[in-house]
């Protein structure tokens, strides 16, 4: 089993520290890690390879930082990551980001299965997976909770409303949640072994790709949570159960109860 | 649990990216297993010192978080001494009575020191099983009439044979309920004497009191009732013609003394890196603390009398921290990279600087910010006394005391036949 996994460097999303004044994200030198559903993706990529051998390659797009991942790939124990980076990808939109991805997968060849994570934690588009899948001619299964591989694939994709089990024809394209497992936590020696494998770098130009955006991002802020502050002044002890009530009442206004 | 300080971005003391990765799992495992479970651990081992995590011992060393320093053809991580040191920083973190970072260091110094003077047959035998979490392997010095007078070490081993028979007695000995109880057993890096009266008297030993889960005879060990970090154990042990075979000598025979104090200097940086750890900890608390207490209208740390003694505490911190990572990375640069123009005595000072510095800077916290809680800070319901009495240990004079760490200082600096 061949596999390919679409692996995003993204914002470190909980430690990004936002401009009080315009509420904008600040971003120069704010720390990157894997995004965490590709991380399961990858996780899960794994776990399919020690159950039915095979390898696991993974492909990541982005800014020149994205090479950063490709340690905590190997550590993971992926066997082969191919990187395409460039300083304008960081405002890639989800359809350049998949056609690229897609030109990349045709360079490294054959496979049998692609995940990805079902969405980014920092861009949080939900798209590129499907958007791979599109380009590719493939079946897509989005938000799968559980996967297995047995010649064919099945998976469980929690679409909202409903968990449905899907048995598809491999290869295919599936992306999976955050529920789907648990990654493991590379050790040490994996992580030093990890800093001595090579990878590969693809160049746009070599992808036969111009980068054009057609999305413009005007504007991404932190948004606002104003707080209702309400008091209720307690102070009678012979009133306090309709203060309680009060209390409760608002509550349930809100929804809260 | 939020972190609500950023690391400090420093310029002087930086780190490799596999670094700066092997932190971040670091914390993913400590957020994971230690953090929710560190209080159920120091109240379940309060009540009984057998109750020891071994589950989260197990973990740790399937995590790689022992021998990280050792080689790996000896089951080590391969990694450096800074490697080390930043897992044991952040252990305490997440655990900051810290009683596993405790564990984690005595298991990441100790054995990467037998390795640097124990043969390849013992080190081949001892630390896979240390590595894996299976066994113990920390330090037998102290004795009941004292800790800091290596030199007057009673202990005596005599040779007999293929074999040395020990008789004597260690006491505040950490470790000595999870050699009985891990699956493997293991030991200390154990001083006794086997010359004359002196330093130069002294032997080092891989003393194993418990092997493959089979205990030894001729070894009575006791446990004490600690008042804090109850996670990991401490207790006494007498050996009664104890017997041991000779290849767990380590290093030369009479010169244990200098390999032992080799040993403390590489145990002495951990131990500061775990009380800047939860120091760290602790800073958090204080900070979490000042933003949502009010009195008389304001926030507390509003009163600069507050807030002045938090940024005297937090320099001290930042000061601890560089005394730690300084003298982490010189012993990387000794014994790592073989620099031929350091010497293992160039650590003395540096890492006396970070013992002395890190386990007071953390006490002071830990003390103050229980007097910011005020009141709740005395029931037991408010963990900040975990943080205290653990750390307290290394004040008292675990891993030498803080007296000694001045002795180090004024007698390298100003000249030994000066301080006499």
């Known amino acids: 089993m061949d596999i390919i996994v679409c692996v995003k460097q993204s914002y470190d999303v909980q430690q990004l520290k936002f401009d009080p004044k315009t509420g904008e994200p600040m971003l120069a030198g704010a720390p990157r890690k894997m995004s965490d559903m590709d991380r399961r993706a990858l996780e899960e990529a794994l776990r399919i390879k020690e159950k039915v051998g095979g390898t696991v390659k993974t492909v990541s797009v982005g800014p020149p930082e994205t090479r950063d991942v490709v340690k905590e790939i190997y550590a993971m124990g992926a066997d082969e990551a191919f990187v395409v980076t460039d300083m304008k990808l960081d405002k890639a939109d989800s359809d350049l980001t998949a056609k690229i991805i897609v030109e990349a997968i045709k360079k490294i060849g054959n496979f049998d299965l692609i995940l990805a994570g079902a969405a980014s934690t920092d861009g949080y588009s939900w798209q590129i997976p499907a958007k791979v899948a599109a380009l590719l001619d493939l079946p897509f299964f989005p938000n799968a909770i559980s996967l297995s591989v047995n010649g064919e694939l099945v998976a469980e994709c929690d679409l909202g409303e409903a968990i449905y089990k899907y048995k598809a024809p491999l290869p295919s394209v599936v992306s999976v949640s955050l529920e789907i497992n648990e990654p493991r936590i590379p050790t040490l020696s994996a992580i030093l072994k990890a800093s001595r494998k090579q990878f590969t770098d693809f160049y746009i130009k070599d992808l036969g790709i111009d980068i054009v955006t057609e999305l413009e991002v005007r504007k991404v802020t932190m948004p606002k949570v104003e707080r209702k502050n309400m008091v209720v002044e307690a102070t009678d002890p012979s009133k306090m159960e309709d203060e309680i009530k009060k209390i409760l009442d608002e509550l349930r206004k809100e929804n809260i109860l | ?420």
Not at chain 2, 112 to 140: D, K, M, T
Not at chain 2, 148 to 170: C, H, L
């Open chain 2, 1 to 420: 649990m939020e972190r609500i300080l950023e690391y400090p971005k420093d310029p002087i003391i930086t780190f490799s990216k596999e670094e700066e990765l092997f932190r971040q799992m670091v914390r993913e495992f400590c957020e994971k297993y230690i953090e929710p479970n560190w209080i159920e651990v120091d109240k379940a081992a309060e009540k009984d010192p057998m109750n020891m995590p071994l589950d989260l011992i197990k973990k740790m060393g399937q995590q790689g978080l022992f021998c990280i320093p050792c080689s790996e053809e000896y089951g080590g991580q391969g990694g450096t001494y800074t490697m080390a040191t930043i897992a044991t920083e952040e252990i305490a973190y997440s655990d900051p009575s810290v009683a596993l970072a405790v564990y984690a260091l005595l298991n990441n110094g100790w054995p990467f020191a037998l390795e640097l003077f124990g043969s390849e047959e013992v080190c081949q035998e001892i630390l896979p099983e240390v590595a894996r979490g299976n066994a113990f392997f920390g330090i037998a010095s102290t004795e009941p009439q004292g800790g800091s007078d290596v030199a007057g070490i009673r202990t005596t081993a005599t040779k007999k044979g293929d074999v040395y028979v020990f008789n004597g007695e260690k006491a505040y000995i950490s470790g000595v309920g999870e050699v009985q109880k891990l699956p493997w057993g293991g030991g200390w890096f154990l001083i006794a004497r086997t010359g004359g009266e002196g330093h130069q008297g002294l032997s080092a030993f891989a003393f194993l009191a418990r092997k493959n889960g089979e205990l030894k005879e001729g070894w009575n060990p006791t446990l004490y009732e600690d008042i804090g970090r109850h996670g990991l154990t401490t207790g006494g042990f007498i050996m009664n013609d104890f017997e041991l075979e000779a290849k767990y000598l380590i290093g030369e025979e009479n010169k244990g003394f200098y390999h032992v104090m080799e040993g403390f200097n590489l145990a002495r940086i951990v131990v500061a890196a775990a009380t800047i750890g939860a120091a760290r900890w602790l800073l958090e608390r204080a900070v979490e603390w000042f933003r949502s207490r009010k009195l008389f209208g304001r926030n507390i740390s509003s009163f600069q009398g507050v807030s002045f003694k938090f940024a005297e505490l937090y320099a001290r911190w930042e000061a601890a921290r560089y005394f730690v990572y300084r003298a982490s990375r010189l012993a990387d640069k000794i014994y790592m990279e073989k620099d031929p123009s350091l010497n293992p005595k160039d650590l003395n000072v540096p890492v006396a600087l970070a013992k002395n510095y890190g386990p007071e800077t953390c006490v002071d916290l830990a003390e103050e910010v229980m007097k910011w809680y005020g009141a709740y800070a005395f029931t037991k319901e408010a963990p900040i006394f975990r943080a205290w009495l653990g750390p307290f240990s290394y004040v008292i004079g675990a891993e030498g005391a803080q007296n000694i760490m001045k002795v180090i200082i004024a007698r390298d600096l100003i000249g030994k036949e000066f301080i006499r």
